[in-house]
């Protein structure tokens, strides 16, 4: 395993439907990533939970620097080859509140 969240993180998820939540979980690894897996514990309804990737030679720091790969309204699985980062998003789907998840990347 490359990567766990050591306690769940919360996300203060907006009411604005498409905004962002402020927070991000971001995974680095000199090693390529396999898989992505989020877990969630709780969610405001319509939540929507994004996984972006680094884009080649992208810096970790920058919002910027990753492109949407997929999205899941619950709990998912995604698996690749060849990332070396990655970053968990979550985006309100008109309805406030916290969303509370896991990762695990390996």
């Known amino acids: 395993m490359i990567f ?24 680095t690894s000199p090693e390529s990533l396999y898989g ?6 709780a969610s405001p309804a319509a939540a929507v939970f994004e996984l972006w990737l680094l884009k080649a030679g992208g810096a970790p720091a920058t919002d910027a620097d990753f492109a949407l790969y997929k999205n899941s309204t619950g709990g998912e699985t ?10 968990i998003r979550v985006k309100s789907g008109g309805n406030a509140g916290n969303a509370t998840l896991s990762v695990t990347a390996v």
């Not at 907006?14 to 939540?21: I, M, N, T």
């Not at 992505?36 to 514990?41: Q, Y």
């Open 4 to 27: 766990q969240t050591p306690v769940p993180v919360v996300f203060a998820v907006p009411a604005g439907s498409g905004d962002y939540a402020p927070e991000r979980i971001t995974i």
């Open 36 to 41: 992505v897996t989020v877990m969630i514990a």
């Open 78 to 87: 995604w698996p690749l080859a060849g990332w070396h980062g990655a970053q």
